[in-house]
């Protein structure tokens, strides 16, 4: 690869918003034949809107919603953001908060009020033997329509659901068949559940879904792939992103995302918009093109 191509190669890229930190990561980009995309805030604006509230029977909403407010108040998941501020635009007062403790992956554990509050998923509740059956169904039934549910105990005992939904990027469903008409395999990756993971990729016609992925697990998955043989781009806007930007053999972050993510990267997509995925691999294999 002569420096002169590969300067012209990254300075046109640039001009797509396509930034990458070194030249040797313009040669890598053409190699790769596996992209594995994060769901939100990659796949979907990261935006996401609370959306429905069913609390326990005999429970009172309001109640309940200033005391899960409260709870996720002192969380900076961005679906803590998304519930506390669907709670103030109802117009409802947060208690205050004695604890607060994040479990990475599930949820937290907070006590409000001198009550103990937990805020997560199903594998949250079945830690604690919360009894959660009577509202499974319907928490099923809100996954299946791509939306992220969460359950709530108060005390050791179910108090209710209250569930967010996120919008997919315009862009995200023709970025994504772009790459397969291109033979390269686009693969969700996502903690979310399996049923709302499934549905959102559906909807931008990707067939292959990790979900349910812990924090510390998404750079195992990215290692898995590279085992059998795999060149893989991961494409990521989070904290949770940035060990899987790091060993994956090109990692792209997102521009709208968190500093970390961008660090961890070897490539920085400013517009955010996943028809730069494929713009990176053409631009990269134009410019081997020119080399060899
Ligand atoms: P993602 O990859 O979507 O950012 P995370 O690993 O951060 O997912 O979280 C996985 C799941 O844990 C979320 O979909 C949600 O159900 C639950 N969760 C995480 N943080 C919180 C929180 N602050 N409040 C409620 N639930 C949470
Ligand atoms: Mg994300």
Redesign the pocket.
């Known amino acids: 690869a002569t420096p002169t191509s590969i300067m012209a190669g990254s300075g046109r890229a640039a001009e797509f918003g396509i930034l990458f930190k070194g030249g040797e990561h313009l040669e890598t980009t053409h190699r790769i034949d596996t992209v594995v995309v ?3 805030g990659t796949v979907t604006n990261g935006k996401p809107v609370l959306t429905d509230v069913r609390v326990a029977n005999g429970a009172d909403e309001e109640e309940f919603l200033s005391l899960i407010g409260a709870a ?1 108040k002192q ?1 900076e ?4 953001e998304a ?1 506390v501020q669907g709670i103030q635009e109802r117009g409802i007062s947060l208690k205050a908060v004695q604890k607060f403790e ?1 479990v ?5 554990k907070t006590i409000v009020n001198q009550k103990e509050i937990l ?3 199903r594998k949250l509740m079945n830690q604690y033997q919360i009894d959660i059956s009577k509202i499974l169904p319907v928490m099923e039934e809100l996954e299946a329509n791509g939306k ?1 549910a ?1 359950l709530a105990s108060i005390d050791g005992q179910y108090a209710g659901l209250i569930a967010v939904a996120d919008t997919i990027k315009e862009t995200s469903k023709k970025a994504i068949k772009r790459l397969q008409e291109m033979n390269i395999e686009v693969i969700m990756m ?4 399996q049923r709302t993971a499934t549905a959102i990729s559906k909807e931008v016609g990707i067939n292959h879904v990790i979900a349910e ?3 510390e697990g998404k750079a195992e998955q990215v290692k898995k792939l590279q085992a059998i043989g795999k060149k893989v781009a991961m494409v990521g806007d ?1 904290i ?1 992103d940035a060990p899987a930007l790091a060993v994956a053999d090109i990692g792209m972050a997102i521009g709208t995302g968190t500093d970390v993510a961008m660090e961890a990267a070897d490539i920085t997509l400013i517009r955010g918009d996943l028809n730069s995925i494929a713009d990176a691999i053409i631009m990269s294999r134009k410019t081997m093109r020119n080399i060899k």
């Open positions: 994060d769901k939100t996720e969380s998941h961005p679906l803590a519930i994040a990475p992956g599930y949820g937290v805020v997560g998923t992220t969460m996502t903690g979310d559940n992925v812990l924090p989070g949770n």
